[in-house]
């Protein structure tokens, strides 16, 4: 069972997409989880770097804005938890486990 989706909304990120992807493969949960990054059309090499991303899903939202892209990642997501970054975001080691702590007091975790 997969714990967690993590959507990742991306557009034109192919500077900081490699970063965004090795931070998210080096989340430490005892569990499983899944990343799904969600294409809005970029004309970068974005996509080429997300295929060559291991265990990565792409999606392609053409000319989606943000929100779209979200909403599209979380209707093909597996996840009992839903998880939500950018493309230019490194989120530290613990940012899914401590997201799922957080849970256990909340309905919803923002930060």
Not at 21 to 39: F, R, T
Not at 74 to 91: I, K, N, S, W
Request: aromatic share 2%; glycine share 10%.
């Amino acid at each position: 069972m997969v714990a967690v989706t993590v959507v990742v909304a991306a557009r034109n990120a192919a500077a900081t997409i490699g970063r965004t992807l090795a931070a998210l493969s080096a989340q430490q949960l005892d569990g499983e989880y899944e990343v799904i990054v969600v294409d809005s059309g970029s004309a970068d090499g974005t996509v080429s770097l997300v295929e060559r991303a291991p265990g990565v899903a792409l999606l392609g939202n053409p000319g989606g804005e943000p929100a779209s892209s979200r909403n599209l990642g979380a209707a093909q997501a597996r996840g009992e938890v839903l998880a939500f970054t950018d493309a230019d975001c490194e989120p530290a080691v613990d940012w899914l486990a401590c997201g799922l702590r957080a849970l256990h007091d909340a309905e919803i975790v923002q930060g």
